[in-house]
């Protein structure tokens, strides 16, 4: 939950690198936040079942992770020394998702690159 934190207080913050223990941590549980979201939607009767939109309780919680979601992906990106414009890859269908998630997954740079120092030497 602390690497969850950690990225909402860097809310907005592309700069930087981010290790993969957070990227993957946070995308933790924004999900199991956003399942939550969605069993609300649905107890509460704010989904969209006609239209098959998201309610309303998980519309709103995906809106305000939007930048903190980015931000952590940019960095992550910076983390393994690529610019944060490969995010644009995923556009690429199917193949763009696929070379994302590995560029995600890849272990860091073990040295400071042009983003900055390697955070596993800082923690």
Request: net charge positive.
């Given at each position: 939950?602390?690497?969850?934190?950690?990225?909402?207080?860097?809310?907005?913050?592309?700069?930087g690198?981010?290790?993969?223990?957070?990227y993957?941590?946070?995308?933790?549980?924004?999900?199991i936040?956003?399942?939550?979201?969605?069993?609300?939607?649905?107890?509460?009767?704010t989904?969209?079942?006609?239209?098959?939109?998201?309610?309303?309780?998980?519309?709103?919680?995906s809106?305000?992770?939007?930048?903190?979601t980015?931000a952590?992906?940019?960095?992550?990106?910076?983390?393994?020394?690529?610019?944060?414009w490969?995010?644009?890859?995923?556009?690429?269908?199917?193949?763009?998702?696929?070379?994302?998630?590995?560029?995600?997954?890849?272990d860091?740079q073990?040295?400071?690159?042009?983003?900055?120092?390697?955070?596993?030497?800082?923690?």
């Open positions: 939950m602390k690497w969850f934190l950690a990225v909402l207080k860097k809310y907005a913050v592309f700069n690198r981010a290790r993969r223990k957070e993957w941590i946070y995308m933790l549980f924004y999900t936040f956003a399942i939550v979201a969605i069993i609300l939607d649905n107890v509460l009767g989904a969209g079942q006609d239209t098959g939109s998201s309610g309303i309780i998980s519309g709103l919680y809106l305000a992770l939007l930048l903190p980015l952590v992906t940019v960095r992550r990106l910076h983390d393994v020394g690529k610019s944060g490969w995010f644009f890859i995923s556009l690429i269908p199917f193949i763009g998702a696929i070379w994302l998630l590995v560029l995600l997954a890849t860091s073990p040295s400071e690159n042009k983003y900055g120092p390697n955070p596993k030497a800082v923690v």
